[in-house]
């Protein structure tokens, strides 16, 4: 079955640092997804992406996530200058309507 | 109003058992109800997931129970197994054009003592 793919699987950063976080969705899908989890809790969603536009984004991406699709087969999420706090487990996700495919993850720790 | 509630936040069960997680919502749009299955390290794999306008459905050892007038929802893992040993998560959504934004429960751990 084909699979979400991210890199890096690690990445660790100093504060005030950006980051791009990279995402292979499967390709045959049309709406594309970033979610975090905070190490111990629950998935929480961040933006999602349809049609080359953001579709919906929740109150914790502010102005310093962004997300691109750059090409045909990739999808970034962007953090311009990292703060502690987002030190997390970032997911990217993918789905042709209903069923969303999470990918392995990208473990951002941010010191 | 966009919360999920998800109980227990532990479970043990031996196997063979039947392992019981509940989820409870507030929002009457949610019309899309998945379960996702999380080990160590790993992202959320989608388990079995429901449409409210079902009671129930079963996927080999997994069932999912739904409850519209109450608002709740259920999985059932039959025959546990040490390898179902994870973290399990219930989510809703409302499928939209713009896509499908799940809201996760707090998540559930279950451990299958062999």
């Known amino acids: 079955e084909p699979e979400v793919t991210q890199t890096p699987s690690h990445q660790v950063t100093q504060m005030g640092q950006e980051v791009i976080l990279r995402c292979v969705p499967i390709?045959?899908?049309?709406?594309f997804y970033w979610y975090r989890q905070i190490l111990g809790q629950k998935v929480e969603f961040l933006v999602s992406?349809?049609?080359?536009?953001?579709?919906?984004k929740s109150e914790i991406f502010d102005d310093q996530f962004s997300v691109e699709r750059p090409d045909g087969s990739n999808f970034t999420l962007k953090i311009r200058s990292t703060k502690l706090e987002d030190s997390a487990m970032y997911f990217c996700?993918?789905?042709?309507?209903?069923?969303?495919?999470f990918g392995p993850g990208t473990r951002l720790t941010v010191t | 109003q966009q919360q999920v509630k998800q109980s227990p936040q532990s479970l043990i069960v031996q196997k063979g058992g039947i392992s019981i997680i509940n989820c409870a919502y507030e929002?009457?749009?949610?019309?899309?109800f998945p379960w996702y299955q999380q080990f160590p390290g790993k992202g959320p794999a989608l388990l079995i997931a429901?449409?409210?306008?079902?009671s129930e459905k079963k996927e080999g050892r997994f069932t999912i129970s739904f409850n519209k007038s109450a608002k709740q929802f259920s999985l059932h893992i039959m025959d546990s197994q040490p390898g179902d040993s994870a973290t399990y998560f219930c989510a809703a959504s409302t499928i939209k054009a713009a896509g499908n934004k799940l809201t996760f429960g707090g998540g559930t751990r279950v451990l299958v003592k062999p």
């Open positions: 929002n009457t749009a949610f019309d899309y």
């Open positions: 429901i449409r409210p306008d079902v």
């Open positions: 992406f349809y049609n080359n536009e953001i579709s919906e």
């Open positions: 390709s045959n899908h049309l709406y």
């Open positions: 996700a993918s789905s042709i309507r209903d069923r969303v495919l």
